[in-house]
C-alpha cells in the first residue's frame, strides 16, 4: 500500500538542540496527524491538523499543515532525552478513513 | 484515562498455526481498526469496523485473516494458518463515532513471531 515520504530517516542530535521533520505525500489529505512510537509500544497522537496551513503547538511541539496539502512539518524545541523515538506522520482523506503512515524518522538524542 | 486493550501483548506460534489477537476499544468509540506493522515500516491498515459491521477490509488477506466485531465492542483478529511473513506487531485503533476528525488512539500492540 501507499506509504507516506518522511525526512529524515533518522536524527542524531544533541539533547537541548531544535528538531525539524517532514512528511510528503503524492496525494491530497484532509487530515494530517503525527505520532510518536516507543520500543515495542503503540503510536502514541502527539498533533492532529485540520486545514490548510494550519499552525499547531502542544508543548514543546510544533506542527504544520502545508498550503498544498500534500505536506506537512513537525518542529520539536529543546530536545530532552524523553524525545527519543520513532516519529510517524499519517495522513487522512476525511471521516473515519484508515490512516496512511509514513515510514518514521527515528530520532536519537546524545546528552 | 481511556486506553485501547490489547491482548496478548507477545505471542510465538509455529507456521501453520492458528492464532488470535484481541482488542478493546476505547468506551465509547464506534470505529475500531487493525492494522499491521512491520518492523522498520509505518502501520498499514488491515480491516476497519463501524459498530459490528466491516466498512474496509479491503487489505485483509482473507484466505488466511479473519476479524470480527459481533458486538460492536470488542474485537478479534484471527490467522489461520500463520506462515513466516505474518511475523509482525498487530495494532488496534479506535476513533470516536462520526468523528470528522479522524483522531485514532492506538492500543500497545500484539507482537508475534512465526517460527
Known amino acids: 500500500g501507499q506509504q507516506l515520504n518522511q525526512s529524515p530517516q533518522s536524527m542524531f542530535i544533541q539533547e537541548g538542540e531544535d528538531v525539524s521533520m517532514n512528511c510528503t505525500s503524492s496525494s491530497i489529505f484532509n487530515t494530517w496527524l503525527w505520532y510518536k512510537q516507543d520500543p515495542g509500544e503503540g503510536p502514541v497522537l502527539l498533533i492532529a491538523?485540520?486545514?490548510?496551513?494550519e499552525l499547531t503547538s502542544n508543548g514543546r511541539l510544533t506542527a504544520q499543515f502545508g498550503i498544498t496539502r500534500k505536506d506537512s512539518f513537525l518542529n520539536i524545541s529543546a530536545s530532552i532525552p524523553s524525545d527519543v523515538g520513532i516519529y510517524f506522520c499519517a495522513g487522512s482523506w476525511g471521516g473515519a478513513d484508515g490512516l496512511t503512515f509514513g515510514k518514521g524518522t527515528h530520532l536519537i538524542i546524545q546528552p | 484515562e481511556a486506553e485501547v486493550a490489547q491482548s496478548p501483548r507477545y505471542k510465538i506460534t509455529e507456521k501453520s498455526q492458528a492464532v488470535a489477537f484481541w482488542c478493546d476499544p476505547i468506551s465509547g468509540h464506534a470505529t475500531l481498526y487493525w492494522y499491521r506493522q512491520i518492523l522498520g515500516q509505518g502501520p498499514e491498515l488491515l480491516v476497519q469496523?463501524?459498530?459490528?459491521?466491516?466498512?474496509?477490509d479491503s487489505q485483509l488477506p482473507k484466505d488466511r485473516f479473519s476479524a470480527e466485531r459481533l458486538k460492536g465492542v470488542d474485537s478479534t483478529l484471527k490467522i489461520q494458518p500463520a506462515e513466516l511473513g505474518d511475523s509482525a506487531m498487530y495494532l488496534c485503533?479506535?476513533?470516536?463515532?462520526?468523528?470528522?476528525?479522524?483522531?485514532?488512539?492506538f492500543g500497545p500492540g500484539t507482537r508475534l513471531t512465526v517460527l
Open positions: 485503533a479506535s476513533s470516536f463515532r462520526d468523528s470528522s476528525y479522524n483522531e485514532q488512539f
Open positions: 469496523f463501524q459498530d459490528e459491521s466491516v466498512v474496509d
Open positions: 491538523l485540520y486545514k490548510a496551513g
